[in-house]
């Protein structure tokens, strides 16, 4: 009987080792995944803060012009009223 348990144990032993062996490459494969987001991520945010520092001065330019001169940018008050 007991050489029946070391063969069942064998078997056993035999089975966790593939497992752990796929385990491993499964959580290799998620830990790539997760890096390439990170750094996707840091990716997307430095071509959003290039896209503001670009686009948002633009932006604050064509909102200036349209109040006029001698016009607070903000309020559209006259700066004469501030003297």
């Known amino acids: 009987m007991i050489p ?8 056993i032993e035999k089975a966790l080792q593939k497992l752990m ?3 491993r490459g499964v959580r ?6 997760v890096e390439g987001q990170e750094r996707n991520t840091v990716q997307l945010e430095r071509i959003g ?5 670009r686009w948002g001065s633009e932006r604050d330019d064509t909102e200036g ?15 004469s009223a501030f003297c």
């Open 49 to 53: 803060a290039a896209m503001e520092w």
């Open 4 to 11: 029946t348990y070391g063969r069942v144990l064998s078997a």
């Open 65 to 79: 012009s349209k109040d006029g001169p001698g016009e607070s940018q903000k309020e559209g008050t006259p700066l």
């Open 28 to 33: 290799k494969s998620l830990r790539d995944l």
């Open 21 to 23: 062996k796929e385990y």
